[in-house]
């Protein structure tokens, strides 16, 4: 099965930026639509962002004008720049990979990554 690796994660303090990375180990990545979901400590996973194969970007309200997801088709990688972070950002982020058509559900996305943790403190 196609293996995603995130890395990127790590501590900041509130207001500072951190640049999560996703490698897929395939090589039809570009035919794919690629997301990032968070999951808090005793809460559920939830969706943050979307970039589909066209290029076409989705993000949850929370992190509209902080996050940007990017993708790069020949190292078959997807970014997500994360600006201006808050503790409510605090979470374990994994990058997903769907079908084209895939949106904000889990149930859409087949292949998913270990997971990176995000600290954001106060």
């Known amino acids: 099965q196609v293996q995603l690796v995130e890395s990127g994660g790590g501590l900041v303090q509130t207001g500072g930026s951190l640049r999560l990375s996703c490698k897929v180990s395939?090589?039809?990545?570009?035919?794919?639509?690629m997301a990032w979901f968070r999951q808090a400590p005793g809460k559920e996973r939830e969706f943050v962002t979307a970039?589909?194969?066209?290029?076409?970007?989705l993000y949850t309200d929370s992190v509209k004008g902080r996050f940007t997801i990017s993708r790069d088709d020949n190292k078959a990688t997807v970014y997500l720049q994360m600006n201006s972070l808050k503790p409510e950002d605090t979470a374990v982020y994994y990058c997903?990979?769907?079908?084209?058509?895939?949106?904000?559900?889990?149930?859409?996305?087949?292949?998913w990554g270990q997971g990176t943790q995000v600290t954001v403190s106060s």
């Open positions: 970039i589909s194969s066209f290029g076409n970007t």
């Open positions: 395939e090589t039809t990545f570009r035919n794919y639509t």
């Open positions: 997903a990979r769907g079908r084209p058509g895939s949106s904000r559900f889990e149930n859409e996305y087949g292949s």
